[in-house]
């Protein structure tokens, strides 16, 4: 154990003992994405269809395509 060097200002004695009392606690464990679905599950019909919207629209305003696109119209623009 002496020999792998996992943190820099940590020796591996001590991150060791460190997991070690990680693993002594009993804690759930939740996937955020389970919280997530069940909050989106909860709302109603318009704001599901808003979220999921706002989702797309940001996923594709946040690609080079849509840059691209985005320069060819001003430039359409400005001649």
């Not at 709302?43 to 797309?56: K, M, V």
Request: glycine share 4%.
């Amino acid at each position: 154990m002496e020999s792998l060097k996992l943190n820099a200002y940590l020796p591996a004695d001590d991150l060791k003992r460190m997991v070690d009392e990680f693993h002594k606690l009993e804690t759930t464990l939740v996937h955020p994405q389970r919280i997530i679905e069940d909050m989106r599950a909860s709302r109603p019909a318009f704001q599901r269809f808003n979220g999921w919207l706002a989702d797309h629209i940001v996923g594709i305003a946040g690609t080079m395509v849509f840059f691209y696109f985005l320069c060819l119209l001003m430039s359409a623009w400005a001649l």
